[in-house]
T-cell receptor
């Protein structure tokens, strides 16, 4: 079956622009996660959804970062007024069952470069 | 909060060598423990996991044992292959939590 897909795969933005990154989780997966991976580092947690509810947004680095999952399926991560330090790979992951520490399946990521 | 310390890389070995990548963690309660792998040009994939103390996760010849007394989850393989060249991430998932906490990754290169 289809895995987690993300679009675009690459995004170049000028400093100050707004960007929107899309994640399509595995069909039927209840839990959805966003992570940020800086070059040469491990992924860092940004936010977590269970269906449409955003249950944990403790990892969002500033109020310029906003995520939504309005119908409990596709999710969008929006970054306003991008800064150079936002350059990273943004990873989306989904898992099937809430409340149980299930395997997270990762998408290929969106590489964001802010000039 | 939870944290993880992973063996620094890069690690370079010859084919058929024995591999150990160390991972220690701090976490409250009883975390689940994961190893993820990132092959060149690909996304993160689950390699193996263990969900309780003394469990051994295994896959593709790799093994790791959940050692609560030493808070460790070291990755081992008896005979590595060139195709094992990748970046390996250790990641605990805290009890009652959903998010994974990743180490900085260990880049492994296997030479023929």
């Amino acid at each position: 079956g289809a895995g987690v897909s993300q679009s675009p795969r690459y995004k170049v933005a000028k400093r100050g622009q707004d960007v929107a990154l899309r994640c399509d989780p595995i069909s039927g997966h209840v839990s959805l996660f966003w992570y940020q991976q800086a070059l040469g580092q491990g992924p860092e947690f940004l936010t977590y959804f269970q269906n449409e509810a955003q249950l944990d947004k403790s990892g969002l680095p500033s109020d310029r970062f906003f995520a939504e999952r309005p119908e409990g399926s596709v999710s969008t991560l929006k970054i306003q007024r991008t800064q150079q330090e936002d350059s990273a790979v943004y990873l989306c992951a989904s898992s099937s069952r809430p409340g149980i520490r299930d395997t997270q399946y990762f998408g290929p990521g969106t590489r964001l470069t802010v000039l | 909060g939870n944290s993880v310390t992973q063996m620094e890389g890069p690690v370079t070995l010859s084919e058929e060598a024995f591999l150990t990548i160390n991972c220690t963690y701090t976490a409250t309660g009883y975390p689940s423990l994961f190893w993820y792998v990132q092959y060149p040009g690909e996304g993160l994939q689950l390699l193996l996991k263990a969900t309780k103390a003394d469990d051994k996760g295994s896959n593709k010849g790799f093994e790791a044992t959940y050692r609560k007394e030493t808070t460790s989850f070291h990755l081992e393989k008896g005979s590595v292959q060139v195709s094992d060249s990748a970046v390996y991430f250790c990641a605990p998932q805290g009890q009652g939590a959903q998010k994974l906490v990743f180490g900085q990754g260990t880049r492994l290169t296997i030479n023929p």
